[in-house]
């Protein structure tokens, strides 16, 4: 027996003796192989345009067309069937000859059945090879689109790509790859005609087809089968369609619809499979970008209300460091105006926009170490004891300890710890020196104390400008970091004298 592969395979037989017709078609058809007849090259042409076969046996004599003129056509149409050449006129000659021109093999008239058979089980072999390499060829393609997918970020893209893929690796002469409205992507309808495409013009039903799509995997449609889809000026027998979903976890996202209307291509089985597995990454896309754009959405909001509670929590830490100047007279607005002689002294400097905002709240923020002091030993005529010095002098590990939990002030430490050193050391609560000290302490630094020296105090009248500059001039590189000095009195004499 011949061994025949699962599938059936189908045989045309090409003959213009009806004997031999019918010997072959009776005893082939008993093998169990799907076998129609006909008696000229162009009966078989037709048939061939109509469905694929995966032998074609054919006579190499006949009148009107040889089996070596048959063999040609079916070349030039691009069917995918194996040529066997019959012959009583067998010559070395004539059999090279159909080899050279695509013949798989020939038969010598008069044959026996088994040779018949030997022949065309090494065919099917052969047809079958040509079947696992064009898998091959779409598994591949699959893999370039899959690793293009992967490399793309842009949803467009990537649906293009494989908009791109469907129309080449089908043949098909037109393809279109349409979202559904309700989905949370903008709606999106992309199509493609064959540059060579020789179909006229068309229209798609789409409404019905998505209908007829329903829950299925997907459709193949071949003939009459599409003309409830496929709007045309002449129905063609020829045309076929295939319409697959894209779907992902029972979600109908869109559709992919292939469609030829030529002879050239007929849709198959292995065309639908592949148009199912592009169907399948298209479906993964969109769904990614609906998840991303989700998410991004998700954290939109997040850092709003973020930013939000933030606001809230800067408003309360500001409203405690001005309840501690409220009660007092002398203070009063100091930390406000703290922050608006560093905020100057720092744009005056050059520094970002970002490090001129933190030192702007770090000012308002400076003594907020003061709330544990009350506010009589604060607003003290007379000259402070060693034990209130001493507690006086804890407020800037006071403000530290009070910032630390709070993640997003920590950036401001150290304006708030450190605007009590002194450029030579001196200072406190470290004694750090120089450039030791964080740029925002050597700048609130000089900002307070100009502050202090310019308002009234319970213990002395407010100083001039003038003298406080001439303070902050013969403090400059002991008391404080010189550069802020020229800075603020450059930027002091620029506010003066506009
Ligand atoms: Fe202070």
Redesign the pocket.
């Given at each position: 027996m011949r061994g025949v592969p699962e599938k059936s395979f189908s045989i045309l037989i090409v003959d213009d003796e009806m004997v031999i017709r019918d010997v072959l078609e009776d005893f082939l058809s008993s093998e169990g192989f799907d076998v129609v007849s006909v008696s000229s090259g162009h009966e078989a042409l037709e048939e061939l345009d109509e469905e694929p076969y995966d032998a074609l046996l054919s006579d190499l004599m006949m009148p009107g067309m040889t089996g070596l003129q048959l063999i040609e056509e079916v070349k030039k149409r691009g069917h995918q069937v194996v040529p066997i050449i019959m012959t009583g006129y067998g010559t070395i000659e004539t059999a090279v000859h159909a080899m050279k021109i695509g013949a798989y093999d020939y038969i010598l008239k008069p044959f026996k059945m088994e040779e018949v058979l030997q022949v065309l089980n090494r065919s099917f072999e052969r047809q079958q090879l040509q079947r696992e390499n064009i898998d091959l060829k779409h598994t591949v393609n699959i893999y370039r689109i899959s690793e293009t997918i992967a490399s793309t970020k842009n949803v467009s893209e990537i649906l293009k790509e494989i908009l791109n893929a469907s129309l080449e690796e089908t043949g098909a002469d037109y393809v279109r790859l349409q979202t559904y409205e309700e989905f949370a992507v903008p709606d999106l309808c992309m199509e493609r005609l064959a540059e060579n495409g020789e179909c006229g013009p068309f229209e798609l039903n789409m409404e019905p087809l998505c209908e007829a799509l329903g829950s299925q995997g997907s459709l193949l449609l071949r003939g009459e089968e599409t003309a409830p889809f496929v709007q045309q000026d002449s129905p063609s027998l020829h045309s076929s369609l295939i319409a697959t979903p894209l779907r992902i976890s029972n979600v109908t996202l869109g559709i992919i619809v292939a469609l030829s209307l030529s002879k050239r291509t007929r849709f198959s089985e292995g065309h639908r499979k592949f148009l199912s597995i592009l169907a399948t990454k298209a479906a993964a896309s969109l769904e990614n970008f609906r998840l991303i754009d989700k998410l991004k959405e998700a954290n939109r909001e997040l850092t709003e209300a973020n930013r939000a509670i933030q606001e809230n929590f800067r408003q309360t830490i500001l409203g405690f460091a001005r309840a501690i100047e409220q009660n007092d007279p002398y203070t009063r607005g100091h930390s406000d105006r703290v922050a608006k002689y560093s905020r100057l002294i720092a744009k005056t400097m050059g520094l970002g926009e970002p490090f001129v905002e933190d030192i702007t709240f770090a000012g308002q923020l400076?003594?907020i170490?003061?709330i544990g002091i009350s506010p009589q030993k604060l607003n003290k005529a007379g000259k402070l004891n060693a034990p209130e010095i001493r507690m006086f002098r804890r407020?800037?590990e006071m403000g530290k300890r009070i910032l630390e939990p709070i993640s997003f002030m920590r950036h401001l430490i150290p304006g708030v710890y450190c605007?009590?050193e002194k450029y030579d050391g001196t200072g406190y609560p470290q004694g750090l020196k120089r450039e030791e000290i964080p740029l925002m302490g050597r700048i609130i630094a000089v900002a307070?104390t100009y502050d202090a020296m310019t308002s009234d105090r319970s213990y002395r009248k407010a100083l001039s400008e003038d003298v406080a500059v001439e303070e902050l001039r013969r403090n400059s590189g002991t008391q404080f970091d010189p550069q802020v000095v020229t800075a603020f009195l450059d930027a002091l004499t620029k506010r003066n004298t506009v």
């Open positions: 400076h003594d170490g003061k407020h800037p605007h009590h307070d």
